[in-house]
Structures are given as structure tokens and as C-alpha cells.
């Protein structure tokens, strides 16, 4: 029994980043959130260089944090170094060698944690992956539908299994 709920965690934990972002929450990403990681953070904690271990040029890089740990916990920006950081309350103050990020901008990526970091894959502009692609589409994942009764047919699955085979003739 341990098992299973073993498993069954570590699928939704797997299949958590899947959720499928709205328009509008793509649209705040990148006009208000993708463009100021790009020039404000990438230079130091992009794909080429990672200060304290920390990239933040995806999703999965940026929750999963520093040295230390985590920087972001998911819709509590109250609670993230990310966002005390970028403030400048306490000892990390980032960007570390230009001024600080406006309030504007400040609020804007306080939003985007406050939301749960919602980060369209791809950009919010190519198809989904092969992968996001087939659990959208799995059958677990789709809604239940009613049953079609057919007269003279004692269950639904019989129904089901006397289509199929008169589909193939049988």
C-alpha cells in the first residue's frame, strides 16, 4: 500500500508542471516576467553562468533553487528569497551590481509567484511537447462521459465491446 501511494505522488508531482497555462497568464509571463529575467538575470544565473548554483531561465532550474535551497515557494512571494531579494530586505540583494528593479516590476514578479510561477512551455508559441501532448490527450485525464444504454444489451461495457466488434465485423 506504500507503494502505491509512493507512486501516486511521484506521478502528480511529475505531471504538476503540466497544467496547462491560460492566455492570459502566458500573455502577463512574457511581457511582464520573461523579459526582466532575460536582462536583469540571465547574465549571472542563466544557462551559461550560475551564480550559488542558481538558474532562472525555466521553471523546473528556478524552483529548484540554490546551494541553499529553494528561493521560491509557489503562490507565497511573502515567503520566497526571490522576491526579498529583488526588494532588497536582508542580506541578498539582487540585481547585485545595478540599482534596484522598480516597484513596478518588483509587483509584477510578486504577482507571477503569487500565481504559482505559471511559465508557458516553449515560449506560449510552438506545440506542446510530445509528452505534454500525450497527457493532455491520455484517457485518464479526460472527463467522465455518460454512458450510451442500448436496448436489449444488459451493461454499457457489453455495449461498448458489441460495437467494437461489429466495427470489425465480427
Known sequence: MRRFFLTLTCSLVALA?????????AEFFE???RPVLAEQCYKC????KQKAALRVDSRAAILK??????VI????PEQSAFIKSIRHE???????????LGDETIANLTEWVRRGMPWPENGGLEK????????????????LRAAVVVPGVASPIDASIRAQLGAKGM
Do not use: I, Y
Open 17 to 25: 508542471p503540466l497544467r496547462a497555462v491560460t492566455p492570459q497568464e
Open 65 to 70: 533553487g540554490t546551494e541553499d535551497g529553494p
Open 73 to 76: 515557494v509557489e503562490g507565497k
Open 45 to 48: 544565473h542563466g544557462p551559461e
Open 90 to 100: 536582508g542580506d541578498s540583494k539582487m540585481p547585485e551590481k545595478a540599482d534596484k
Open 128 to 143: 506542446p511537447s510530445a509528452q505534454q501532448a500525450a497527457a493532455a490527450t491520455h484517457w485518464s485525464w479526460q472527463p
Open 31 to 33: 511581457k511582464k516576467v
